[in-house]
Nanobody, 111 residues
Framework: QVQLVESGGGLVQHGGSRRLSCAASGVILSFYFMGWYRQVPGKQRELVSGITSGGNTNYADAVKGRFTISRDNARNTAYLQMNSLKPEDTAVYYC??????WGQGTQVTVQ
């Protein structure tokens, strides 16, 4: 059974930082494309950042230069380091693997 467990969300001040974690079980993250997505009420879920099985990364324009995605293969865990946070980054953040498996989401609120 595949489980993705996000953690690290919370309330953060404008300009602050937060690191999200996505711990995986039942699936090996390094075998798939893994993405961090976010969603706000009334809007579609959007891809914030992704990392391929080969380690290539991409970022949405809105977060380039501020967010960094990484993956620890030994821990089978992915991270999203978020710096210089803005109120518009407020959302529920999800990790997704292969477009098929999803975590439960973690709320990030920037005030």
């Amino acid at each position: 059974q595949v489980q993705l467990v996000e953690s690290g969300g919370g309330l953060v001040q404008h300009g602050g930082s937060r690191r999200l974690s996505c711990a995986a079980s039942g699936v090996i993250l390094s075998f798939y494309f893994m993405g961090w997505y976010r969603q706000v009420p009334g809007k579609q879920r959007e891809l914030v950042s992704g990392i391929t099985s080969g380690g290539n990364t991409n970022y949405a324009d809105a977060v380039k230069g501020r967010f960094t995605i990484s993956r620890d293969n030994a821990r089978n865990t992915a991270y999203l380091q978020m710096n210089s946070l803005k109120p518009e980054d407020t959302a529920v953040y999800y990790c997704g693997v292969g477009g098929r498996y999803w975590g439960q989401g973690t709320q990030v609120t920037v005030q």
